[in-house]
């Protein structure tokens, strides 16, 4: 089946600092690739939907100067969370799909925690 | 009104025990329906996806959509202790500039040895 990964696995920073998430698609393209951040218990919340070579469509009340993503190839995409704080603390996962209609497959997560 | 409602449980069953996890919604445009079961701290891992009404088996799984009554079903027979996870439902429609994905808030399964 398909494969997505993800780097780091989980990161501990101080607050102010900014932190790289890597999600790839590890045995097909990515045409689309997701972001989301989950909270204990709860399910997820889509931050936002990246298409290779464009700009990522942010979902509502997400900043897009604080939530940077880049998808700058088929199989990678950034999700780059700048001068982050406690609060921004959570579970972010991302997911990628090859064709418009296709199901998501899911990276196994990164947990951030900001000191 | 959410437009995906599933039961977040938790629901904890004996071992052999027959599950029944459930999802309905509001959305009639929707066309694709999946089944996930995450583990604690891991990512969703897809375990059913189908696109019409009717039944889809797969091992001890199977799914079931009603389209008229906007209701989905997962069922798992001889639930095991390694089945103990949060189960997501998930529902696709087509909309302008591509396929629009929503979660249900997910069912915590626990099954007991």
């Known amino acids: 089946g398909a494969v997505v990964s993800q780097h780091p696995s989980w990161v501990i920073c101080k607050s102010g600092t900014s932190v790289k998430i890597e999600c790839r698609s590890l045995?097909?393209?990515?045409?689309?690739m997701f972001w989301y951040r989950q909270f204990p218990k709860q399910s997820l919340m889509l931050m936002a939907t990246?298409?290779?070579?464009?700009?990522?469509?942010?979902e509502q009340g997400v900043e897009k100067d604080k939530f940077l993503i880049n998808h700058a190839s088929l199989t990678l995409s950034t999700l780059t969370v700048t001068s982050a704080h406690p609060e921004d603390s959570s579970f972010y996962i991302c997911?990628?799909?090859?064709?418009?209609?296709?199901?998501?497959?899911f990276g196994p997560g990164t947990r951030l925690l900001v000191l | 009104q959410k437009e995906v409602e599933q039961d977040p449980g938790p629901l904890s069953v004996p071992e052999g025990a027959i599950v029944s996890l459930n999802c309905t919604y509001s959305?009639?445009?929707?066309?694709?329906f999946m089944w996930y079961r995450q583990y604690s701290r891991k990512g969703p891992e897809l375990l059913m996806y189908t696109y019409s009404s009717g039944n889809k088996e797969d091992g001890r799984f199977t799914a079931q959509v009603d389209k008229s009554s906007k209701y989905i079903s997962l069922f798992i027979r001889d639930s095991q202790p390694s089945d103990s996870a949060t189960y997501l439902c998930a529902m696709s429609e087509s909309r302008t500039g591509g396929f629009k994905t929503i979660f249900g808030a997910g069912t915590r399964l626990f099954v007991k040895a």
């Open positions: 997911s990628a799909r090859d064709r418009p209609g296709e199901t998501q497959y």
């Open positions: 045995d097909f393209q990515a045409t689309t």
């Open positions: 959305n009639s445009a929707f066309q694709y």
């Open positions: 990246s298409n290779e070579g464009s700009k990522a469509t942010y």
